[in-house]
């Protein structure tokens, strides 16, 4: 099968061969690797259960970064949704626990699943398994999913970037959200038409976002930026399955985020060097990490 360059070409292929977004990824992982189907589903099922493990781990205990500078909030989280006072709704406030929880097992040097980053590795798990348990969906079904996710991705790390260093933040939270957007979308029955329609609406709204690392740890304001990256994935999702469109396609967002990101100084692209890293609070805390080192 033809490899996409980009969500033009990708959409072609899709309505030619009359296949999902999810379909056209498994087709390209079982070319590239020279594997068979049922390899391919082994090796995401993998992927899946280290990503439920990510998730639910900082949900059942307090887990806290090396540094110290963040942990707990996903235990936090887990316990409100228990309460059964949430305003938001089960899904919103189990993604933002999800997101927290792998978010902060990353921090603690625990096992996570970079996708597309590290910095960004909370979303993608978030928004699949929480959409998953509200749509009753089998680990199968799951696993599709996160393909179409890839199919998605794919597009962007041709066209533009996945690193923070490169794009900020907008290129590592904002491709994972909107890689979760369009996974929630097929999941949810939508075409990959929608599903890249998704994709665009969740790059435009966080166009811009700077990476600002405090202390230069993947921590602060990272893992809350996981958390928020879950519900603008989940909320898009909703309202492409509306009916609504974006008006802007796909391709043209990835383009403006690589233009975007390219045009960010340096001090705004995960040097810790700008945003809330040098914030009053923010060098008071790269202190507490390396006291008076330079």
Excluded: W
Aim: with cysteine.
């Amino acid at each position: 099968m033809l490899e996409a360059k980009n969500g033009e070409e990708l959409l072609r292929i899709c309505e030619s061969e009359n296949i999902s977004l999810s379909e056209y990824a498994i087709r390209i992982e079982m070319e590239n690797r020279e594997i068979t189907r049922e390899e391919a589903y082994a090796r995401m099922r993998d992927v899946l259960q280290a990503m439920k493990d990510g998730a639910n781990e900082g949900r059942a205990k307090e887990v806290y970064s090396v540094s110290g500078l963040i942990g707990g909030d996903g235990y936090k989280m887990q316990k409100y949704l228990e309460s059964k006072e949430t305003l938001t709704g089960d899904v919103i406030v189990k993604a933002m626990a999800m997101a927290l929880s792998s978010s902060e097992v990353n921090a603690s040097m625990g096992r996570i699943v970079a996708c597309p980053t590290a910095g960004s590795c909370g979303i993608l798990p978030a928004v699949v398994l929480s959409a998953g348990e509200r749509l009753n969906k089998s680990d199968d079904e799951l696993i599709n999913a996160l393909f179409t996710s890839s199919a998605v991705g794919m597009i962007i790390g041709r066209n533009a970037t996945l690193s923070g260093a490169e794009g900020g933040c907008q290129a590592e939270c904002g491709s994972a959200s909107a890689m979760a957007a369009a996974a929630v979308v097929e999941m949810m029955g939508g075409t990959a038409k929608m599903c890249l329609d998704a994709g665009a609406i969740v790059l435009k709204n966080i166009l811009g976002l700077v990476c600002d690392p405090v202390a230069g740890l993947v921590e602060i304001p990272c893992a809350k930026r996981n958390a928020a990256g879950a519900v603008s994935a989940l909320s898009t999702a909703e309202l492409v399955m509306a009916g609504v469109s974006s008006h802007i396609p796909f391709d043209d967002a990835v383009t403006a985020m690589y233009q975007v990101g390219k045009s960010l100084p340096s001090s705004l692209r995960e040097t810790a060097l700008g945003g809330v890293a040098i914030t009053k609070a923010g060098l008071i805390l790269k202190k507490k990490v390396f006291g008076d080192e330079e």
